[in-house]
């Protein structure tokens, strides 16, 4: 009879950054084995798992005690192998038939393509439920995204067996049955454990489908991963409205819920409080050591400014919490006075006078120190300045400073504040407030989806910094390969793309990629400028898919080799609302079709100049002409305009002509005369309809 199966496996405590992954995993392989086993269909819903820092469990329910034999028939060998020239057994197969633990009665000679081979016709018992869950255990433990085994000593003192962590406890239950099943040295039971300091230690769980139940009950744990992340996000969400405060930016709140969840088994929020001096410091250094050293949630007010209060969550449930919040608040004092001494220290040195430390400062053996870099990105910052309309003058002198704050005490203890520690230095060194802001913005955007720099000083600067890490890193050769991307310049390359797209920086990407190449010294660096378009450009593709457009619709443009970038959209846009016409379809095939005649044309020799209308002997041929005269009348001024859509939608008129001329009129004709004139006409044709996209790239 069908039941739930439970497997624990309780160790010491997992790496917190990736418990959730290893309780789903371990889920997931457990149930995808017995479903290859066939003691599980796999309908339904029927996995939960279980996630804690010293467990990973899962419940599977509706699993079979035992699998139902099935008839297997499995090929050997060819007859003629088989069987030699008198129709007896050959050695070979007696061999064979020994090994699979069979005689010759079992076997059956069939024919398959053009030769006869010999099948073996077996009854295969169906695996028990024992059986498969330890086959299961070992392929989940084998499969376990663990980047580092540890390698430890079981009880015996002899034995050794590695694991992500050192496993204590077993627990396998077929409903309430015990299954004789073992992994890393523990044999299974019933017996799981409870919370440390608070839980009953060891609880007999009675059945599989109790066990959670069981733990929290008895053991003061919430077992599940999601229904613990969800009860401290409810509790410190109810206290941050408490204080009328809240916990700050989604994006930023998520990443440590998840990872103080896999912290704790039984969780309780707590507020702690910190001398509202320390508010004097930026808030993002105390903010950086409270979420990343200690594991705390600040709190902010309506405006986004930090409050002197922060969040606590706690392993431990009680009803005078004072010695936690004592010591919790003991703790992240020196933390909060480290961050006020180290900023009132950099303050005393201006930004600017920093700037040759850089010289101590590797950037990269083959392109120098840092201080090299910073002269190349100034140079590159102007130039690029100039070309987008902004200050190049403010540019340069952001750039000389962007890199500065490197070598201060606050970014040497948080390199993660780099730029926003540049900002407050050049705002207290009275620096250009555009100066300032585009310290910080220059690393923007830093991944998919974040913000990008706001005022053309900034963008200019992010650029810079940007295509210079490009052309670099292009220049000696170390471009990334299949997955490897040491220096993250498919991220780089995707900044530059956004903001030349989503900024509407109309500047060749050519005159970029020549720009940064140029600003390295003669001899650094290998030519490397068109590889460095092409990989921009691929980059460009990838970010059009995450749009939505289709594989025919960027290819359409981006076949084109594009100049400037922004306005790639704004053709596709146009793209897909000629698609939606009804002539779109035989238009890009009539385009499809034209674009092999001239190609073969091509080789074969054919030339043509200008379509001469005196010479067209058919009436289908001067009605082509003529309505392409008509059309580009109207489309060439639209193309001009920036107009892109009612350009493409003007030359639907065209479906009707070129129909009839495809129908009716042979261009590979005898007569070079009328051949060339009527190649002339497509040649034409073809260039006045894809001056926007290759409308024939849309063709099935």
Not at 136 to 159: F, N, R, V
Not at 255 to 279: H, I
Not at 415 to 423: D, F, H, N, S
Request: include cysteine; aromatic fraction near 6%.
């Amino acid at each position: 009879m069908n039941a739930s199966l439970l497997v624990e496996l309780f160790t010491e405590e997992l790496p917190p950054r990736v418990l959730r992954q290893l309780g789903e995993e371990f889920g997931r392989h457990i149930e995808e084995s017995l479903i290859r086993a066939q003691l599980k269909t796999g309908d339904g819903d029927d996995l939960r798992v279980f996630a804690t820092p010293r467990r990973l469990a899962a419940l599977i329910r509706d699993v079979s005690p035992q699998a139902e034999d099935r008839n297997e028939s499995k090929k050997l060998m060819p007859s003629k192998v088989a069987f030699g020239a008198d129709g007896n057994p050959s050695a070979a197969l007696a061999k064979r038939l020994e090994k699979e633990g069979a005689d010759l009665s079992q076997t059956e000679r069939k024919v398959e393509g053009n030769a006869e081979y010999v099948f073996l016709n077996q009854k295969i018992k169906g695996l028990s439920l024992a059986a498969g869950v330890q086959r299961a255990l070992e392929e989940a433990l084998e499969k376990l995204p663990i980047p580092k085994l540890m390698s430890y000593q079981l009880a015996d003192g002899i034995t050794s067996v590695k694991f992500v962590r050192p496993a204590h406890g077993l627990l396998a239950l077929f409903g309430s049955t015990i299954l004789d099943v073992s992994i890393l040295g523990l044999k299974a039971g019933d017996i799981t454990h409870g919370h440390r300091f608070q839980g009953v230690r060891d609880i007999k769980v009675p059945s599989a489908d109790a066990y959670e139940e069981a733990l929290a009950a008895h053991g003061r744990i919430i077992a599940s991963f999601d229904a613990r992340r969800a009860e401290i996000e409810m509790q410190l969400r109810e206290h941050a409205a408490e204080l009328g405060a809240s916990l700050g930016p989604e994006e930023m709140v998520a990443p440590l819920l998840d990872e103080v969840t896999a912290l704790v088994e039984y969780p309780s929020v707590y507020v702690g409080e910190f001398e509202s001096e320390f508010l004097t410091v930026p808030q993002e250094c105390l903010v950086l050591t409270m979420r990343t050293n200690q594991k705390y949630f600040p709190l902010f007010d309506a405006l986004g400014k930090l409050i002197n209060r922060f969040l606590i969550v706690s392993n431990m449930h009680l009803a005078d919490p004072r010695n936690i919040i004592e010591g919790n608040q003991r703790v992240i004092r020196p933390r909060l006075a480290d961050a006020r001494f180290f900023f009132d220290i950099d303050r005393k040195s201006r930004l600017e006078t920093r700037v040759p430390g850089l010289a101590k400062v590797v950037y990269h053996n083959k392109l120098g120190t840092q201080l090299e870099r910073t002269e190349r990105v100034q140079l590159l910052a102007g130039q690029i300045a100039r070309a987008i309309g902004a200050d190049p003058l403010l540019a340069e002198r952001a750039a000389w400073l962007a890199k500065a704050d490197l070598v201060t005490n606050m970014v040497g203890e948080f390199p993660e504040l780099q730029g926003v520690m540049g900002r407050y230095y050049a705002q207290a060194d009275g620096e250009d407030p555009e100066v300032a802001e585009a310290i910080e913005q220059h690393y923007q955007p830093r991944f998919s989806g974040d913000a990008l720099p706001r005022e053309g000083v900034a963008m200019a600067l992010a650029l810079a910094d940007k295509l210079e890490t490009l052309a670099g890193l292009f220049g000696i050769r170390q471009i990334p390969t299949g997955d490897k991307d040491p220096f993250a310049l498919r991220r780089h390359a995707l900044g530059v793309v956004r903001m030349l797209v989503e900024a509407n920086i109309n500047v060749p990407l050519i005159d970029l990629v020549g720009f940064a190449f140029s600003a390295f010294p003669e001899g650094v660096l290998g030519d490397a400028g068109t590889d460095l378009r092409t990989f921009i450009l691929e980059r460009m593709r990838g970010y059009l898919r995450d749009l939505s457009y289709t594989a025919n619709e960027i290819e359409s443009v981006m076949c084109m080799d594009p100049a400037c970038l922004a306005k790639v959209p704004v053709q596709l846009a146009a793209v897909r609302a000629f698609s939606d016409l009804p002539e779109a379809a035989s238009l890009a095939a009539a385009n499809k079709r034209v674009a092999n005649i001239l190609r073969q044309a091509d080789a074969k020799g054919d030339t043509f100049a200008e379509v001469r209308a005196d010479d067209m002997t058919d009436a289908h041929e001067r009605a082509l002409f003529a309505a392409l005269g008509a059309t580009t009348s109207i489309a060439k001024p639209l193309f001009e305009a920036g107009d892109y859509t009612g350009y493409l939608k003007a030359f639907a008129a065209l479906k009707s002509p070129v129909d009839a001329f495809f129908e009716s009129v042979m261009v590979m004709v005898e007569d070079p005369g009328v051949r060339h004139n009527r190649l002339a006409l497509l040649n034409d044709l073809r260039i006045e309809m894809n001056r926007v996209a290759d409308i024939s790239k849309l063709a099935a």
